[in-house]
């Protein structure tokens, strides 16, 4: 992106003098904006090796509509991905080449709407990284997958916008590809979503054994829990009855989720995002595993919550959501030992590392 940047600025004092009027002849000059153009257009589309999904977006639309949850999380694919759900077309999912790309685009965001110590705030980026050294850990695993409502993509684009602060390469993407798709629109003003309960969620591309990457499992596994925040966000009947089967919960079982959450760095005290992400780490064999741990000794268990859940799910008429008629989304995606170096990791990062 920055050299993108800098050949538009050369080009513009190749072709204008410093009192603004051409510094060529015309028909030279013509025939240098043609060459210069196509250099631009060459290098936005095919440039360099960082992550610049507005390239593609600016040179052909990516999304793919009508995209199914199995193929979304299928592990062959490379590069950036746009897709909008066929069975919810409210939500959107933007597919990072690797976690340092969904990162740079998507960690600001984090921290301006969920993050507890930093919520509706717009760090820099000696702030954000201060706050990866404080927890010890990188920017890369701070969050696997994201997902936000449109109206809060447009409180941080706005905020933004309003800090005199800049957005970075990859957030002004993010924007377009944003815009690009009728998530969110400018007013004049300032942006507001097109449609209110559209749904942004996001993750990254697979592969074994780099520090940048996830394995094919926890791609999986990331991707249906930010279905499930996605369902959350645009089934109002699904949303209403999560509220109904928190409430029923015992006050222990309510204090464990809130606990465990709020070492994620989640607010405990906003109920909504709680209860939103109660439902997510039901399905949680991972980091859902400490939770797990403590009902354990309020006598309860993720496993007996989950078939609560469920039940309910399947006895209720009219049907309140078809999102667990799929074996995706129905079962427990198992955690294999490709995974260890990664629980390794969220076990220092949730519960102190003892070295």
């Given at each position: 992106?920055?050299?993108?940047?800098?050949?538009?600025?050369?080009?513009?004092?190749?072709?204008?003098?410093?009192?603004?009027?051409?510094?060529?002849?015309?028909?030279?000059?013509?025939?240098?904006?043609?060459?210069?153009?196509?250099?631009?257009?060459?290098?936005?589309?095919?440039?360099?090796?960082?992550?610049?999904?507005?390239?593609?977006?600016?040179?052909?639309?990516?999304?793919?509509?009508?995209?199914?949850?199995?193929?979304?999380?299928?592990?062959?694919?490379?590069?950036?991905?746009?897709?909008?759900?066929?069975?919810?077309?409210?939500?959107?999912?933007?597919?990072?080449?690797?976690?340092?790309?969904?990162?740079?685009?998507?960690?600001?965001?984090?921290?301006?709407?969920?993050?507890?110590?930093?919520?509706?705030?717009?760090?820099?980026?000696?702030?954000?990284?201060?706050?990866?050294?404080?927890?010890?850990?990188?920017?890369?695993?701070?969050?696997?997958?994201?997902?936000?409502?449109?109206?809060?993509?447009?409180?941080?684009?706005?905020?933004?916008?309003?800090?005199?602060?800049?957005?970075?390469?990859e957030e002004v993407?993010?924007?377009?590809?944003?815009?690009?798709?009728?998530?969110?629109?400018?007013?004049?003003?300032?942006?507001?979503?097109?449609?209110?309960?559209?749904?942004?969620i996001s993750i990254?591309?697979?592969?074994?054994?780099?520090?940048?990457?996830?394995?094919?499992?926890?791609?999986?596994?990331?991707?249906?829990?930010?279905?499930?925040?996605?369902?959350?966000?645009?089934?109002?009947?699904?949303?209403?009855?999560?509220?109904?089967?928190?409430?029923?919960?015992?006050?222990?079982?309510?204090?464990?989720?809130?606990?465990?959450?709020?070492?994620?760095?989640?607010?405990?005290?906003?109920?909504?995002?709680?209860?939103?992400?109660?439902?997510?780490?039901?399905?949680?064999?991972?980091?859902?595993?400490?939770?797990?741990?403590?009902?354990?000794?309020?006598?309860?268990?993720?496993?007996?919550?989950?078939?609560?859940?469920?039940?309910?799910?399947?006895?209720?008429?009219?049907?309140?959501?078809?999102?667990?008629?799929?074996?995706f989304t129905r079962?427990?995606?198992?955690?294999?030992?490709?995974?260890?170096?990664?629980?390794?990791?969220?076990?220092?990062?949730?519960?102190?590392?003892?070295?």
């Amino acid at each position: 992106m920055k050299s993108i940047f800098v050949l538009t600025s050369r080009f513009r004092r190749a072709v204008f003098s410093e009192k603004g009027r051409p510094a060529l002849p015309t028909i030279k000059r013509k025939k240098f904006s043609v060459v210069v153009l196509t250099s631009v257009i060459i290098l936005f589309c095919f440039g360099t090796n960082s992550f610049l999904p507005i390239n593609n977006a600016y040179c052909g639309n990516l999304i793919q509509d009508n995209a199914s949850w199995e193929g979304i999380a299928s592990c062959d694919g490379s590069g950036l991905a746009i897709y909008r759900v066929k069975s919810n077309p409210l939500v959107y999912v933007v597919d990072f080449p690797d976690l340092t790309a969904q990162a740079k685009a998507m960690n600001r965001l984090a921290f301006f709407v969920e993050n507890k110590d930093n919520k509706g705030l717009i760090l820099d980026a000696r702030q954000m990284q201060d706050y990866y050294d404080s927890q010890r850990i990188s920017a890369d695993q701070y969050y696997h997958g994201h997902d936000y409502r449109a109206v809060d993509l447009a409180r941080f684009f706005n905020a933004v916008a309003g800090s005199g602060k800049e957005l970075n390469p990859e957030e002004v993407a993010l924007l377009h590809i944003l815009k690009q798709n009728d998530v969110l629109h400018h007013n004049g003003i300032e942006y507001e979503p097109v449609q209110p309960y559209k749904v942004l969620i996001s993750i990254s591309r697979s592969k074994e054994d780099t520090d940048h990457h996830l394995s094919c499992e926890l791609r999986r596994l990331t991707l249906r829990h930010e279905m499930s925040h996605a369902e959350y966000f645009t089934n109002n009947k699904y949303r209403q009855y999560c509220r109904s089967f928190w409430m029923r919960l015992k006050i222990e079982e309510q204090e464990v989720f809130r606990k465990e959450l709020s070492l994620m760095k989640y607010d405990s005290q906003n109920d909504d995002l709680i209860i939103n992400e109660m439902q997510a780490f039901l399905w949680e064999p991972q980091r859902g595993g400490f939770i797990d741990f403590s009902l354990n000794k309020e006598g309860s268990s993720l496993a007996g919550l989950r078939q609560l859940f469920l039940k309910g799910i399947d006895e209720s008429s009219p049907r309140i959501t078809t999102f667990f008629d799929n074996p995706f989304t129905r079962d427990v995606i198992p955690i294999t030992k490709s995974n260890i170096k990664y629980q390794k990791e969220e076990t220092s990062t949730f519960l102190g590392d003892p070295s």
